[in-house]
């Protein structure tokens, strides 16, 4: 193959770049997208907020009226019902029906009101209810007794804030041998809030590295 002088050869010329009409319905997303979003889809009408049923859709023979207090009015046909709350230019709204005996207990009031103050309820709720939260905390078997007291007293300030709380005594190697020390400190916290606290089992549970043990705020 003879030489050729850099000045003697053809300038590099990049290969072209061939464009396609991009195919309509060829690319999808994939099946584990659409699964995905199926899936989204039932979540989100699993949330939706239940059907409350009134006036014509109470299809129970029996119906028990209370007014807007709570007062129980008395126990009336469906028919003589319907027809009560149509004089009063009221509307039924069933707030409980029992399958087994076929009666509703239903409230005589103003639907837009109900539904408003029931949603207005509903928020101030949501406001101040706390989400349930795990704390967890972590001890050695050989923790001192002062210093397993601090412990107690902050959990106990945990579940008076409505905290769960879980106690983990982790034992490695060789210390796996202290495993009645774990189970002895793990009890006696048990003890020491059982007065705040609910275990979740009688006996501390033996973990993978150690021994647990979980209590609800009461």
Known sequence: MAFIPNQQRPAFQPRPQWTFPKPQGFFQK???QMK??????????????QMVYTNEQI???????VDEQGVNLWTFPRLKALAMAEEAWLDLIQIRYDQEKMIS?????????YMYLKGKDEKEKRKTQKPT???????????????????IKKAREMLTDHYNVKFFIK???REKIFAEKAIEKLN?????????????YEKPK?????YSIILFSK
């Open 59 to 65: 299809k129970a023979p029996t119906i028990v009226i």
């Open 133 to 151: 939260v795990l704390k967890e905390v972590k001890l050695n078997y050989a923790i001192w007794m002062n210093d397993l007291q601090l412990k």
């Open 188 to 200: 006696l916290i048990r003890t020491e809030l059982a007065d705040i606290g609910k275990a979740q």
């Open 206 to 210: 033996e973990e993978m590295s150690g």
């Open 30 to 32: 994939p099946a584990w």
């Open 105 to 113: 207990t239903v409230k005589m009031a103003d639907y837009g009101k």
């Open 171 to 173: 034992l490695k190697g």
């Open 36 to 49: 995905s979003s199926w899936w989204a889809q039932q979540r989100s009408f699993n949330r939706r907020p």
